[in-house]
Nanobody, 124 residues
């Protein structure tokens, strides 16, 4: 069983920045890709970004490309999401997730473990 705990959410004005963190338990963090999804009220949970096990490859949704950076520190079992130039439409609960397959994924159902989420609210 893997436990994922997100932190770093909060209230920020449009144009501001936030850095989300996700701490993972277990000894296999460095083996698997990690991802971030987000869910706005009344909407589906959508893919935001993913990073390969080594950190050498990253993937982004078009809606955040150029504004977000995913990274990981395997020595600390932690994955990060740096979000810049935030917009009100970025308001959502952000979830960290781990993919136990080969490579990476962007579909919700392909991910195996999920954190509880951290709220990000962007005011206009």
């Amino acid at each position: 069983q893997v436990h994922l705990v997100e932190s770093g959410g909060g209230l920020v004005q449009a144009g501001g920045s936030l850095r989300l963190s996700c701490a993972a338990s277990g000894r296999t963090f460095h083996v698997y890709a990690m991802g971030w999804f987000r869910q706005a009220p009344g909407k589906e949970r959508d893919f935001v970004a993913a990073i390969s096990w080594s950190g050498g490859s990253t993937y982004y949704a078009d809606s955040v490309k150029g504004r977000c950076t995913i990274s990981r520190d395997n020595a600390k079992n932690t994955v990060y999401l740096q979000m810049d130039s935030l917009k009100p439409e970025d308001t959502a609960v952000y979830f960290c997730t781990q993919y136990l397959g080969t490579g990476w994924a962007y579909r919700l159902y392909e991910y195996d473990y999920w954190g509880q989420g951290t709220q990000v609210t962007v005011s206009s």
